[in-house]
């Protein structure tokens, strides 16, 4: 018998569930991601280090087809098209590729994601890195997991013993001050990593990879999958200020409840918490 917390999505114009269409629609975008990533690129500028490129806009239309055509109820807010507005309280939330800029320059460390919210609240949440073949899957209520494999939160009791995650995003005060966090830490902690891709920072937060992950301007397709990957693995996400974090949440902070403790404890005060 499903829990009565299980949110019931209907099934899709072809029979399959969300889940199902999102492990698909993410994977048919990553092949095309994986064959064009070290391959000649057309790459625009959307800001001042914030780019796109062909491969984006491509993975994109092919997550787009197929998730309009078996949900065209649904609402869709993707990162490179305009949104669309169906009136359902379902919309798809898409990435075709995080970490575009890691994508252009030749690191493999990007990933695409593809999530279902209601509201605010992600029912399904999947994020596939196309290099690794590695896909990180949620449904809410029914846990986390990696290729199939159960995830969980790192169990590391104190901050002084964490590899700590953080990306600086393009708001180049915040980033300065998150900077400065890391050096009133040091040596705090065991380690750090720049990610360059959110959502595999969140995603490796949630599979214990990484103990904790950070970052203070993120958009809803950044950390969708990332919210409902980490709580479902046994975590949680919140902002700055330690409230639950949701998709139009734009800071993180994804950890175990205990290790995000930890951290508003050692950050208390600092810049980066304010605001």
């Not at 018998?1 to 048919?28: C, H, K, N």
């Not at 898409?94 to 252009?104: E, K, Q, S, V, W």
């Not at 896909?135 to 013993?161: C, D, K, M, W, Y």
Request: proline share 5%; charged share 20%.
């Amino acid at each position: 018998m499903t829990p009565p917390d299980i949110e019931i999505i209907p099934p899709s114009q072809s029979g399959r569930t969300a889940l199902e269409v999102s492990i698909d629609a993410a994977q048919r975008a990553g092949q095309v991601i994986r064959e064009r990533f070290l391959t000649e690129k057309e790459i625009s500028f959307k800001g001042r280090s914030d780019i796109v490129t062909d491969v984006d806009l491509a993975a994109e239309k092919i997550i787009l087809d197929l998730v309009r055509a078996e949900y065209p109820q649904f609402s869709v807010l993707s990162e490179e098209s305009n949104p669309i507005e169906t009136g359902s309280p379902y919309t798809w939330v898409i990435d075709p590729i995080d970490g575009t800029r890691n994508f252009a320059e030749g690191i493999p460390h990007f990933c695409v994601v593809v999530a279902l919210a209601k509201g605010s609240d992600i029912a399904v949440g999947v994020t596939y890195d196309p290099i690794k073949d590695e896909t990180f899957t949620a449904e809410l209520g029914r846990g986390a997991f990696l290729n199939g494999a159960p995830l969980a939160v790192s169990e590391r009791q104190e901050i002084a013993q964490c590899l700590l995650g953080f990306d600086l995003g393009y708001v180049d005060q915040k980033a300065g001050t998150a900077l400065d966090m890391v050096r009133s830490l040091w040596p705090g902690f065991q380690t750090m990593r720049l990610m360059g891709s959110s959502a595999l920072g969140m995603a490796y937060a949630a599979a214990g990879r990484i103990d904790l992950y950070f970052h203070h301007s993120l958009s809803p397709w950044d950390s969708a999958s990332g919210l409902l990957l980490a709580r479902e693995a046994g975590g949680n996400v919140v902002d700055r200020q330690g409230k639950d974090a949701n998709l139009f949440t734009p800071s993180v902070i994804v950890s175990s409840p205990h290790l995000i403790g930890r951290f508003m404890q050692a950050t208390e005060g600092l810049e980066w918490r304010q605001g």
